[in-house]
């Protein structure tokens, strides 16, 4: 609620608002003002309308009396010897006459009173929440206590950690090392097998082609035969000798597929080195109308290693070079009156590009 502010108007009660008496202040009027008003027949609530705006209504009387003083002109009130009092009634408040003036002076003991009791009140309501606010900081240091205490444990756990890993990662580096040596060395060991089973395989023969139906008898004594027939007696020793001989070690196909490869181990080295250098020399092999060849016995890693080399010699036969494969998978070649030797596919490429095109 809103009340004009005037120079010439009087506290009044105007109604009630939650149970609080809401008050409409106004200037006190000089007694010199009062005595011409009187003569003259005005009154003071004809004054009341008058003042340019509107300020909030006081709730309470102690805060009437202090927008009082605080909305005053400057200057009001120096020429007076005591400041005005108030004086309360039931459904209005207007200005005491000064003649009462001294005769409230209880009034203000009374609001003092009220107001001492408003302030204990207060005391105790902060006193409460001060009890209150140290019991929750009780707490509170309590639960920061617990929260170190397991902060000091994990701290320990992690530092006991950080050494587990330290360690780990330094036992890592030492295993590593073996690692690679023992990497090396069984790449070493790898080689060396591969060249032991080479070794084991350097008599052994491989031919290709002959049919199933010609294995009557004894297979040293067959093959001894087929070799003998095909190059003759005398191009071996005084004795060809044929200590072992087996067919592939796979299930025995049918009658229309491609027959099983001969696997035989030649006694004397001098006749499997012949035998090889005849079949080749003589290729196509024919036996009884069959076309056969004869190879050297690799192991499958050398095998795999020819392989690649077969793009190579196509293109080598194509360009009329000479070529032959030695151990383990080396190509090498007669072109243009030299001898060369390729030791990987790569350079036996790079060479093909600049020489045959």
Known sequence: MLHRRGRHTEVERLSTVNNSPCCRLVEPPSPAEIHAWTGSGRTVAAEQHEGPDWVPVPRTAAEALSRFWTLRPAGMGKSDTKKPKLQFGATKLTRAPPEAIDNNDAQPAQGEHSEMGEMKALLLSMQSSLSSIDSKMDNMTASLDLLTNKLEKHVG????????????????????????????????????????????????????????????????????????????????????????????????????????????????????????????????????GNEISIYPNFTMAVLEARKKYTTVKQKMRQANVSYAMLFPARLKIAHKGKSLIFATLQQAKDYLKRNCG
């Open 157 to 288: 756990c992690i530092s006991e950690t950080e050494q587990r890993i330290s360690h780990v990662k330094d036992t890592m580096h030492a295993k590593s090392q073996q690692l690679l040596q023992m990497d090396k060395l069984l790449k070493i060991i790898v080689n060396k097998n591969e060249d032991l089973e080479g070794r084991s395989r350097r008599n052994n023969i491989r031919i290709v082609g002959v049919p199933e139906s010609t294995d009557t008898g004894r297979m040293e004594q067959c093959e001894e035969h087929m070799l003998t027939t095909l190059f003759g007696e005398e191009a071996f020793s005084k004795m060809l000798v044929v200590e072992r001989a087996h067919r592939g070690l796979t299930v025995k196909p049918p009658p229309w597929a491609s027959p099983r490869p001969i696997i035989a181990y030649l006694q004397n080295y001098r006749d499997r080195d012949t035998t090889l250098r005849l079949g080749s020399e003589r290729h196509p092999l024919q036996l009884d």
